[in-house]
């Protein structure tokens, strides 16, 4: 992403001017790119999140002295019809948090892009 935003006129044109790598870069080439970074952090964040929780789940992933939401889940399948809020509160959470850093990084994503403004 930086090397093709930084082969685009505007940065080149910046260089001519004077202007040192660190400024080109940081002023000129990672303000264009912060919106696609951000977009893709905020995709892959939560989908590991759901990975770790799913593995966790079906014992693959940490193990039981080690605490995970998946494990919590997987924990409370047997008491689901007597106790369902064991299973269901860590699904909240795993819900809530992957939906919560999804819509902060919308929100960052249409405050930083350069081309809305």
Do not use: C
């Amino acid at each position: 992403m930086a090397i093709s935003a930084g082969a685009q006129g505007y940065a080149s044109a910046v260089v001519q001017l004077g202007a040192t790598p660190a400024r080109v870069y940081l002023r000129h080439i990672l303000p264009n790119v912060a919106s696609t970074l951000i977009v893709s952090m905020t995709l892959t964040f939560p989908e590991i999140i759901l990975m770790e929780s799913g593995l966790s789940f079906l014992g693959l992933g940490v193990q039981p002295p080690e605490s995970s939401l998946g494990n919590m889940v997987g924990f409370g399948r047997e008491y689901l019809t007597r106790a369902p809020w064991i299973m269901l509160g860590p699904a909240f959470v795993i819900m809530m948090t992957t939906l919560s850093i999804s819509l902060v990084g919308d929100w960052l994503r249409d405050k930083l892009d350069p081309t809305i403004r």
